[in-house]
């Protein structure tokens, strides 16, 4: 942490805020974030950006947070730095200061009501951005390919036989390249701007009256299926236990508040192939995650990890491999109250 203390005040030096008060912020597993206090009291949230992401994505983060401001959605606007530039680059790598939003950020969801406005958020987030007229720098093609997540895993297996733990890794292996053989197909739907990464800890909630207020974390925003989007959400959504908990267990009724409020503010947008495959994009998503967290038990490259807890990387990803397949089970039992409650709520038409 020392090292990384230096070259971030080092950074800060571009801001005109080398003495502003630095401490750790977050709990995300790519980016490594900071928050910052300058002596006047004004906030600043300051991240070193994981290399798999180019400095040019700040601009797309910059256009896209005017555009939702433009709408009337809240979001972190980017801080140039003294000659005007959106990030710095420091060793080969690239770092961004942002302003910092008020509000708290949950691992999970605890009621229905925060799973309602979360919905919300992100369905408005949706329609800010319907119109946005923009080529992304860091399109992020691929990125839900679950059939090459799967390969990367078989290839995992093949050069890692000799891992130390390669015989705890195998089951679990095993179990999600059977269940990779009945996932439902998903039907073509158009590409639309989504958020790229909807996990509930990407999102702020204000701290009196516990409303979703902002989306954070946007280097992952670009062109997907919603579906993938909305999978994305639900299966982190939907598990109270998180993703550091070895039995994770698939929550209907907070599935069913997330698709309310998220139908509230999508109101007369979605296609009705869209909202149909909203829960087989979920199972979907979860086995893909499941699958690129048990590559890295064995991998040990991608995910950041807690030592702390565990002693090593691969260890941290064999347990969070664990809590998805736990999770999945859990849904797939649930799978027919899950249709039911998407059915209710769509009708089959758009919504």
Not at 37 to 57: D, K, M, N, Y
Not at 151 to 160: E, Q, T, Y
Not at 213 to 232: I, S
Not at 302 to 310: I, M, V
Request: aromatic residues 8%; hydrophobic residues 45%; charged residues 25%.
């Amino acid at each position: 942490m020392g090292q990384d203390l230096t070259a971030a005040r080092a950074v800060l030096g571009h801001y005109q805020l080398a003495d502003a008060a630095l401490e750790p912020l977050g709990s995300g597993l790519i980016n490594e974030t900071w928050l910052v206090t300058s002596g006047a009291g004004e906030r600043f949230v300051l991240q070193r950006v994981a290399e798999l992401f180019p400095g040019e994505i700040n601009r797309d983060i910059e256009v896209v947070t005017r555009a939702l401001l433009d709408h009337g959605v809240l979001a972190p606007r980017m801080v140039p730095t003294a000659d005007g530039s959106l990030w710095v680059e420091r060793e080969r790598q690239n770092w961004r200061l942002m302003t910092w939003l008020p509000g708290d950020c949950h691992d999970s969801l605890s009621s229905a009501a925060q799973g309602r406005s979360a919905g919300r958020l992100l369905g408005r987030f949706h329609r800010a951005l319907a119109d946005l007229d923009h080529d992304f720098a860091n399109p992020r093609l691929g990125v839900h390919d679950t059939a090459r997540h799967l390969a990367a895993l078989r290839d995992a297996l093949r050069v890692h036989a000799g891992h130390p733990r390669f015989a705890h890794v195998a089951p679990l292996a095993g179990e999600i390249l059977a269940a990779a053989e009945s996932l439902p197909e998903l039907p073509r739907t158009p590409d639309r701007i989504v958020h790229g990464d909807p996990k509930i800890n990407n999102m702020l909630f204000d701290v009196a009256s516990g409303e979703a207020t902002a989306m954070v974390d946007l280097d992952t925003v670009g062109r997907m299926p919603l579906p993938l989007e909305l999978g994305d959400a639900f299966r982190s959504w939907c598990n109270p236990s998180g993703e550091d908990g070895r039995s994770g267990e698939f929550s209907v009724a907070l599935f069913a508040a997330a698709l309310e409020g998220y139908a509230e503010a999508a109101a007369g947008w979605l296609t009705p192939e869209e909202a149909d495959a909203f829960v087989p994009a979920t199972e979907t998503i979860i086995l893909e995650l499941a699958a690129r967290f048990c590559a890295d038990a064995l991998n040990e490259s991608y995910f950041g990890w807690d030592p702390e807890c565990f002693p090593t990387r691969g260890q941290h990803n064999e347990l969070r491999t664990a809590g998805q397949l736990s999770l999945l089970r859990s849904f797939v039992t649930r799978r027919a109250e899950l249709e039911t409650c998407a059915a209710d709520l769509f009708g089959g038409a758009a919504v």
